[in-house]
Nanobody, 116 residues
Framework: QVQFVESGGGLVQPGGSLRLSCAAS????????MTWYRQAPGKERELVAS????????NYADSVKGRFTISRDNAKNTVYLQMNSLKPEDTAVYYC?????????WGQGTQVTVSS
């Protein structure tokens, strides 16, 4: 049974930092590309950052380049998203996603709110 435990979301002031974690189980984590997506109210879900199965390739949305860093620990079956210099427009529900060919699994989402 595929399961995700997402954590690290919350309320932070502009300019602050948060670290999201997504711990996975029920599949061969090291075979999967892991991606963080986000969805703000009234907007479509968008890709934030992705990392290949052994971390050799990382991609970021232009809006977060230089501020966010994606990483993974295959020994812990966990993917992380370090978010620095947060802006109000980063407010959204953040979801982790696991992809291997046509297999897609989604986390339940964690709320990030950037507000003073």
């Amino acid at each position: 049974q595929v399961q995700f435990v997402e954590s690290g979301g919350g309320l932070v002031q502009p300019g602050g930092s948060l670290r999201l974690s997504c711990a996975a189980s029920g599949f061969t984590f090291s075979s999967y590309t892991m991606t963080w997506y986000r969805q703000a109210p009234g907007k479509e879900r968008e890709l934030v950052a992705s990392i290949s199965n052994y971390g050799g390739s990382r991609n970021y949305a232009d809006s977060v380049k230089g501020r966010f860093t994606i990483s993974r620990d295959n020994a812990k079956n966990t993917v992380y998203l370090q978010m620095n210099s947060l802006k109000p427009e980063d407010t959204a529900v953040y979801y982790c996603n696991a992809r291997y060919y046509t297999n897609h699994y989604w986390g339940q989402g964690t709320q990030v709110t950037v507000s003073s």
